[in-house]
């Protein structure tokens, strides 16, 4: 971002070089950066797990409310509250409402470790529902509904199907199959063990091989060590929902005695002799 701005400051005329690199409407340096962006996520998603999260109604249903009809409405009631007499700034709040980002949410959600796989299911699905929505829904926001409401006489979004299809393609759908080919062949060459487990450090030993420090070494002791926290960022598939372990019978009038074993928690013990 700070080279980006720097460039922007510092060489006249950037801006307009760049806005001229396109291929049918298409712009090469923005395709470019989103593919950089978007690779790397989407090379680690479990392409074979795609199915639980389309089997799952409720999100995908609450993905496109929240989508397509809180967020239009929410944009445009912004619109014309903070901005009423700034007709071309109010009309590009409406739209940036109405067009769904790609590569940031599943930046996003990599960076929280969340679920990849479904994270990829929603965008694709709301890229797709886009391609669809984005004409209509513009016109209702941007021409329909201010006349119904007396705010002025509307305007118009002359925006081809076909345009907004091609940048759906060529944002999303060239990413995705960069990281599905490469997540199909590598785990055929290395399987999925090797491709999911980190790069290793120097010296050649991994992130689980690398000895312990100085400080966390632990005494010799009966009783086991606490395992310690995973040292490695996000799990290979992205944080998953836990569930309450089931309760066994007299597990809470028990505790740990040496060696791991189990005694009763109580009054009457067992005295050892001498």
């Given at each position: 971002?700070?080279?980006?701005l720097g460039l ?8 307009g070089?760049l806005?001229?690199?396109?291929v049918g ?9 989103l593919?950089v962006?978007m690779?790397?996520v989407?090379?680690k998603?479990?392409y074979?797990r795609l199915?639980?999260?389309t089997?799952?109604r409720?999100?995908?249903?609450s993905?496109?409310?929240?989508n ?7 944009m445009?009631?912004l619109?014309?509250i903070?901005l009423p ?6 009309t590009g709040l409406i739209?940036?409402g109405?067009?769904?980002c790609?590569?940031?949410?599943i930046?996003?959600n990599?960076?929280?470790c ?7 299911v929603?965008?694709a699905l709301?890229?797709?529902?886009q ?6 829904l513009?016109?209702?926001?941007l021409?329909l ?6 705010l002025?006489?509307g ?8 345009h907004?299809?091609l ?11 960069a990281?599905f080919?490469t997540?199909r ?5 290395l ?7 980190a790069?290793?450090g120097?010296g050649g ?15 010799p002791?009966a009783r ?5 926290p995973?040292r490695?960022?996000?799990?290979p598939g992205?944080?998953?929902?836990l569930?309450?372990?089931?309760h066994?019978p007299g597990h809470?009038?028990?505790r ?9 928690r109580?009054?009457?013990?067992v005295?050892?002799?001498g």
């Open positions: 971002m700070a080279l980006g922007g400051r510092l060489v006249p005329g950037m801006d070089a806005a001229r690199i396109e409407g298409v712009s090469l340096p923005i395709a470019l950066g593919l962006m690779y790397p989407l090379a998603v479990r074979d199915g639980t999260v089997g799952d409720r999100l995908m249903a993905s496109l409310v929240v397509w009809i809180a967020g239009p409405a929410v445009f009631a619109a014309w903070f007499d700034l007709p071309e700034y109010r739209v940036v109405l067009a769904r790609i590569a940031m949410v930046i996003w990599d960076l929280a969340g679920d990849r796989e479904a994270a990829a929603l965008v709301n890229s797709v529902f391609v669809v929505a984005f004409g209509l513009g016109w209702f926001y021409d509904l201010p006349r119904w409401l007396g002025g006489d305007q118009g979004l002359d925006v081809p199907v076909a907004i299809a940048n759906v393609v060529v944002f999303l759908g060239v990413p995705l199959l990281g080919l997540r062949i590598g785990e055929r060459r399987g999925r063990r090797a491709y999911e487990t790069p290793p120097p030993a991994g992130p689980a091989d690398r000895p312990e420090p100085a400080l966390l070494r632990q005494r002791s086991p060590p606490r395992a310690l995973p490695t960022g996000c799990p992205g944080h998953e929902v569930r309450p372990r089931p066994l809470d009038r028990l740990a005695g040496p060696l791991g074993r189990r005694r009763p109580g009054r009457h013990r005295r050892r002799p």
